[in-house]
């Protein structure tokens, strides 16, 4: 057995990948403050502030409003595990690797899964989901609002009016939009939707904002049969979150510190002025890859400010590429999954990670790093180009 171990000091990271992303110090600060029991009277002022500050973020009034325990993927088997019962039809879009994700999670829960599948890159059409409801019985349909693994926002208004025109719950991930994106919950009808601590919100991963509006509620608590998990049972959980602070499990009480001053940081910020941010980041390092030859990978007119994806050079090595920024600027980015493996990079603009001074680290950083592997550009064009959009 090892004994020589030593303090723990992590190398400073730029964490530009697809999450986490970096932490804001008063998040850190937040975390290293004194615990509280989970049922003291001082922490369950602070559960009903991050609530009210969750409604903020995610635009809506829904009172069945929290942070589930547990990650972004705890949030997605929250939504799904609590409004399918077997038997029950549910539509997934499949339009990227958490849409995979969903489908998997929906079968396991007994659903009869009716896949749309949709080129990885692309937005799904609304007359392609229209034709997965024609037949009707559809409880529920779920896709991703902005899908991790190709970097496409998914335009949800017209996908919503049909789903309920069919009288079918419409639940969202919006694990890599919220704080990041317009999410607007009620404003969209979206019905269930879900979200991850560490991606926009900017505050470490371990919790799962959720929303749940009163028809997708009340579906929830008159089911047929229980649940399938019970730790995630949110009508044992919301029962600890409301007024009858019922015990369920030990809540996460440093993650909850982190999770209220990342909120409380976005507040002061204004949901406004933050979109505008990740929006005008975005624009400037897409035109500063595009600058260097790069290749957007995602659909035009629907590409995410938060997670920036491009076409890997054939003239370069994806992983070897990555591993030298790593090392040599200790600057995180992301490769492909599943098909696009090996031919995309996924580079994250996400809450505290998304400054100019981050964009332009990046592609400085991948100049520099292009120009020793033989890669052919313009000097300095990647940061031009970025530096004309923030003038």
Not at 1 to 21: A, C, E, N, Y
Not at 103 to 118: L, N, T
Not at 270 to 282: D, Q, S
Not at 299 to 307: E, F, I
Request: net charge negative; with cysteine; aromatic share 8%.
């Amino acid at each position: 057995m090892k004994t020589d171990f030593q303090d723990l000091k992590p190398s400073p990271r730029v964490l530009l990948g697809p999450g986490p992303s970096n932490v804001h110090p008063r998040v850190l600060r937040a975390m290293a403050t004194p615990l509280l029991g989970y049922l003291d009277p001082e922490f369950l002022v602070i559960m009903d502030e991050i609530k009210e500050l969750l409604r903020y973020v995610f635009q809506t009034e829904n009172d069945l409003t929290l942070p589930i325990s547990g990650t972004g993927t705890a949030g997605m088997e929250a939504s799904l595990y609590n409004i399918i019962e077997p038997g029950d039809r549910v539509v997934v879009v499949v339009k990227g690797f958490f849409g995979e994700r969903i489908c998997d999670m929906a079968e396991r829960c007994g659903a009869q899964v009716k896949r749309i599948e949709v080129e990885w890159g692309r937005i799904v059409e609304p007359e392609q989901v229209k034709a997965a409801l024609k037949d009707g019985g559809v409880k529920v349909v779920a896709l991703v609002h902005a899908e991790t693994s190709t970097g496409v926002l998914q335009p949800l208004e017209e996908i919503s009016q049909m789903v309920h025109e069919h009288e079918a719950f419409l639940l969202v991930d919006a694990v890599t939009s919220l704080g990041g994106h317009p999410v607007k919950v009620d404003d969209r009808g979206i019905d269930i939707c879900y979200s991850g601590s560490q991606k926009c919100l900017a505050c470490p991963p371990g919790l799962a904002p959720i929303t749940f509006n009163n028809r997708a509620a009340e579906a929830m608590r008159n089911r047929k049969s229980k649940g399938q998990s019970w730790y995630l049972d949110m009508t044992m959980v919301e029962k600890y979150w409301g007024q009858e602070r019922a015990y369920h499990h030990t809540a996460p009480i440093t993650m909850n510190y982190a999770l209220r001053e990342a909120l409380l940081l976005i507040f002061e910020e204004g949901l406004e002025a933050r979109f505008e941010r990740h929006r005008l980041n975005h624009q400037a390092l897409l035109a500063g890859l595009q600058a260097m030859g790069l290749e957007p990978f995602a659909q035009a007119g629907h590409r995410l400010w938060t997670l920036n994806t491009v076409r890997v050079p054939k003239s370069v090595e994806d992983a070897r590429i990555r591993r030298r920024l790593l090392d040599e600027f200790s600057i995180e980015i992301g490769g492909g999954l599943g098909p696009v493996k090996g031919q995309i990079w996924r580079i994250g603009l996400m809450g505290y990670s998304s400054s100019k001074q981050n964009v332009l680290l990046c592609l400085g950083a991948l100049e520099t790093v292009f120009r020793e592997e033989g890669y052919q550009l313009a000097a300095g064009a990647g940061v031009a180009a970025a530096t004309e959009v923030y003038s």
